[in-house]
């Protein structure tokens, strides 16, 4: 496996995405980062981007062409190369959406050729498993990323996992439990980890890679190989795209 090879590749090529798509974010810390870089990406390619919630996210403070809290004009096109930016209403500085019909109300007038939306909360913490409401991912979803950082490797639930209590019910263990590259796996496949509710394709997202997590890296790879999960690795120092002129 060669690192630096991979982190030149860009997330389009790494999600291997189709013409269309729309693409929910589930599962540990850093989707808001994935996010906005495959929004930059998708821009740079000419494409036009929706980036949006289907619970909540910090507004944005730059990187989009249009942002909407409340209704979408009427008749509104967005223009070609451009991200565009979407919450029903907002408060202490986020953008929130009530309910998913918002999103595939959105998703349904096909103005949009990529829809992300951030379908999960983690407080940033790089793992965590969801409440039984959780995430919120919509029906029209066609790929489902669950990102985990691989930091929380070596860790106690307790100290780097959202929702510790109920990622040791998950993995039938405590609190205290120091995580390992089994657990991972476990969360992946388990139908109330980290791809509960998922729809579409399923990508494991394994951010904040550095050379010396590799060797666990191919072990996830191994496990989940005769899965339906797609493993894509993100390196550490991932770094936002500049936008072309």
């Known amino acids: ?62 990187g989009y062409d249009a942002i909407f809290i409340g209704d979408m004009p009427y008749g509104y096109i967005p223009r070609k190369n451009s991200i565009t930016v979407y919450g029903e209403y907002e408060t202490d500085g986020k953008l929130k959406v009530s309910n998913i019909s918002k999103i595939d109300d959105l998703i349904n007038m096909d103005i949009f050729d990529y829809i992300l939306i951030e379908a999960d909360g983690s407080r940033g913490k790089p793992i965590k498993a969801p409440l039984s409401h959780e995430p919120v991912v919509s029906n029209l979803t066609t790929i489902t990323v669950g990102m985990i950082g691989i930091d929380c490797l070596g860790q106690r639930i307790c100290d780097i996992a959202h929702r510790q209590e109920i990622m040791a019910d998950v993995l039938k263990t405590s609190i205290y439990h120091i995580i390992e590259y089994n657990d991972i796996v476990k969360l992946s496949i ?56």
């Open 1 to 62: 496996m060669d690192l630096e090879a991979m982190s030149k590749e860009y997330l389009i090529k790494k999600l291997n995405l189709n013409e269309k798509e729309v693409i929910s974010f589930v599962g540990g810390g850093g989707k808001t980062t994935v996010i906005e870089m495959l929004a930059v990406e998708l821009k740079n390619e000419g494409r036009t981007v929706l980036s949006t919630t289907s619970t909540a996210i910090f507004k944005p403070k730059k």
């Open 190 to 245: 388990h139908k109330d980890g980290v791809f509960k509710g998922a729809k579409g394709r399923k990508i494991l997202f394994l951010n904040k890679v550095d050379d010396s997590k590799l060797g666990v890296v191919e072990k996830i790879e191994l496990e989940l190989k005769d899965t339906a999960i797609e493993v894509v690795i993100g390196k550490s120092f991932l770094m936002n795209l500049p936008l072309k002129p």
